[in-house]
C-alpha cells in the first residue's frame, strides 16, 4: 500500500531502502514475470540519517547519486520510509461497502486512534482481506498508514537531489511482507489425506489462516505482523545490528567498518578458540554478539506482547528473517531458541543467484519495488 506520489504502472521500479549505514537499491523488471534488475549498496556518510529521518540531506542525496551511477540504475524510485513518525494501524470498523462512505468512516476513526493530525501527514488507508468470521459479526479491518508531511518531504527532496523520480513511498515493512510471503520456503504442505479434504463441508466458513512475523536484521529491526499477505501489525526499533558493531567498535577501539566484519567472521556459532583471529577481538565480538541478540530477542518479545494484546490478533506460526543479522551465523538459531517460534532465513526467489549477504540486504529493497 504505497503512499501515492502520482505513481503509475511501470515496468522497472528500483527499491530504494535507506537505512542508517547503508543505502540499498534493487531494481525490480515486471514483464510478465518478476525478475531482478541491477542493484548495488553502499554506505552513507555517519550522521546521514538519525532513527530514520534524513538529518545530513546533502550528504545522503549525493551518496544515493553515487549509488545509482556507479551501477547504472534507473531514476524510478520507491522508497521505503521506517521511522517513528510512521504510524500503521489496524482498524475494526462495521462493514461498509461503499468507499465513499468508508473512506469517511476511517478518516473520522483514524482522528480518534491516531497520535497525529490528519492535516499534517500523508495518509493512506486499505482494506484488508474478508474474514470470515467478522463478516458474520458485521465487521471488517482496515490498516491505515499516516506519516508526517514534513518527513515526507525531507525524503522526497533528497531523492530528487539525487537526479531521481520518486514515484511512490511505502513502509517498508509492506515492501518485507512482499518479498517474503511468497517465498519458496512460505509454501504450505497439501493435505495429508486428500479424500478427506474432498468430503469436507465446502459451505463451512474457512478457518482464519495463522500469521507470520517477517523481521528484518538490519541497521535497525524492522517488524511486520502478516496474514496472507496483509500486514496487521508493524514496529521499528532502532536497534539493530549497527548498534552491536558501535559497541564493539567502541569497545576494542576499532573503526565501524571491521566491527561489522568481525561480526561476520566470528558470528554465535562455532566455539569461540577455532575462530581465526586476535583471540581478544574474538572474545570480544563474541560477547558484543550475545549482548546484542539477546537485546533484539527483547525487542520481538516486546513487539509480539504488544501485538498479542491487540483487536483481533492472530496466533503466529513462524518468524522469517532477512538483513544483514540473518546471514551472521547462528544469529537465527539463537533467536529461535530465545524466543521459542520457529525461526527460518527467506529469501525472494528472484534474489536465488546473489550470495547470502547480498541477497539478505537487497530483500528489502525488493520488495518496496515489487508492485502490489
Known amino acids: 500500500m504505497a503512499l501515492s506520489l502520482g505513481a503509475r504502472k511501470i515496468n522497472s521500479i528500483v527499491g530504494l531502502d535507506i537505512e542508517a549505514a547503508t543505502v540499498a537499491a534493487t531494481e525490480v523488471v515486471t514483464n510478465g514475470d518478476i525478475s531482478l534488475g541491477r542493484s548495488g549498496v553502499a554506505a552513507i556518510p555517519p550522521g546521514a540519517t538519525r532513527e530514520g529521518e534524513v538529518s545530513d540531506s546533502e550528504a545522503l542525496s549525493g551518496a544515493i547519486k553515487e549509488l545509482f551511477a556507479e551501477h547504472k540504475l534507473p531514476r524510478n524510485v520507491r522508497v521505503g520510509i521506517a ?8 482498524l475494526r470498523l462495521p462493514f ?27 495518509f493512506d488507508w486499505q482494506r484488508l482481506r474478508p474474514n470470515p468470521e ?3 459479526e458485521g465487521k471488517m479491518d482496515v490498516v491505515v498508514v499516516a506519516a508526517r508531511r514534513e518527513m515526507v518531504g525531507d525524503l522526497v527532496r533528497v531523492v530528487r537531489d539525487a537526479g531521481l523520480r520518486p514515484v511512490g513511498l511505502d513502509v517498508s515493512a509492506f515492501g518485507l511482507i512482499r ?28 478457518p482464519v489462516s495463522q500469521a507470520k512475523l517477517f523481521c528484518s536484521l538490519g541497521d535497525n529491526t524492522n517488524l511486520a505482523v502478516a496474514r496472507e499477505g496483509d500486514c496487521l501489525f508493524t514496529r521499528v526499533s532502532t536497534f539493530g545490528i549497527e548498534g552491536i558493531a558501535q559497541r564493539l567498535a567502541e569497545r576494542r577501539e576499532l573503526t565501524l567498518e571491521h566491527a561489522r566484519q568481525w561480526l561476520g567472521h566470528v558470528g554465535v556459532e562455532a566455539p569461540v578458540e577455532t575462530v581465526e583471529g586476535d583471540p581478544a577481538i574474538v572474545q570480544a565480538t563474541r560477547e558484543s554478539l550475545e549482548d546484542g541478540v539477546a537485546k533484539l530477542a527483547d525487542e520481538m518479545r516486546l513487539s509480539l506482547d504488544y501485538y498479542g494484546t491487540q483487536e483481533g490478533a492472530v496466533s503466529i506460526e513462524e518468524i522469517v528473517v532477512c538483513g544483514p543479522g540473518a546471514v551472521i551465523a547462528g544469529v537465527p538459531a539463537r533467536l529461535e531458541q530465545l524466543l521459542g517460534y520457529a525461526i527460518r532465513v527467506g529469501r525472494p526467489p528472484a534474489l536465488a543467484g546473489l550470495d547470502a549477504a547480498d541477497a539478505a540486504r537487497l530483500t528489502l529493497p525488493f520488495g518496496l519495488g515489487l508492485e502490489e
Open 83 to 90: 521511522n517513528q513518525r510512521v504510524v500503521v494501524r489496524t
Open 96 to 122: 461498509i461497502d461503499d468507499d465513499k462512505e468508508l473512506d469517511a468512516a476511517v478518516r473520522f476513526q483514524a482522528q480518534e486512534d491516531l497520535a497525529m493530525p490528519l492535516e499534517q501527514s500523508v
Open 134 to 136: 467478522l463478516r458474520a
Open 179 to 206: 518479498a517474503l510471503s511468497k517465498d519458496t520456503d512460505g509454501i504450505q504442505p497439501v493435505a495429508s489425506d486428500p479424500a478427506a479434504a474432498a468430503d469436507a463441508d465446502a459451505t463451512a466458513p474457512a
